[in-house]
């Protein structure tokens, strides 16, 4: 499948933005969002971006004062994982401006949009930020 789930939190361990590719109990996401976001905030910046955990290997990046965690099968590549992270940022920035916590917070709909346009159930399906964008501006103009 590829991907498994999305996790953006803040650096108090508060989760953001959360999307999963597979079913999941609320008590088993909640469970997994702990341990995960716990394991990578304790790790030092001369760390890798990758770990293990369960099933999963999670790749991470920090963005200020966000991490964007990805959630992914063990034989997917991390490297290409990371890319992802970075272009889900930069479309982020075009979109908003130089994306922050708040940004995430007070427009929650519109960041779960632009995850839908990049991915499709766990696929990575579009990375043009000039294909993701028009939707999401087209309702920006609507309401």
Known sequence: MGIRFILMVNKQGQTRLAQYYEWLT???????EGEIVRKCLARTDQQCSFVEH??????????????FLVGVDNDENE????????????????????VCELDIMFHLEKAHFMLEEMVMNGCVVETGKSNIL??????????
């Open 26 to 32: 609320l008590e088993e996401r909640r469970a997994l």
């Open 54 to 67: 369960r099933n999963y290997k999670v790749v991470y990046r920090r963005y200020a004062s966000l991490f």
């Open 79 to 98: 490297l290409a994982i990371l890319e992802f992270i970075h272009l889900l940022v930069e479309t982020m920035d075009r979109h908003f401006g130089n």
């Open 134 to 143: 028009p939707p999401i501006q087209l309702m920006d103009k609507t309401s």
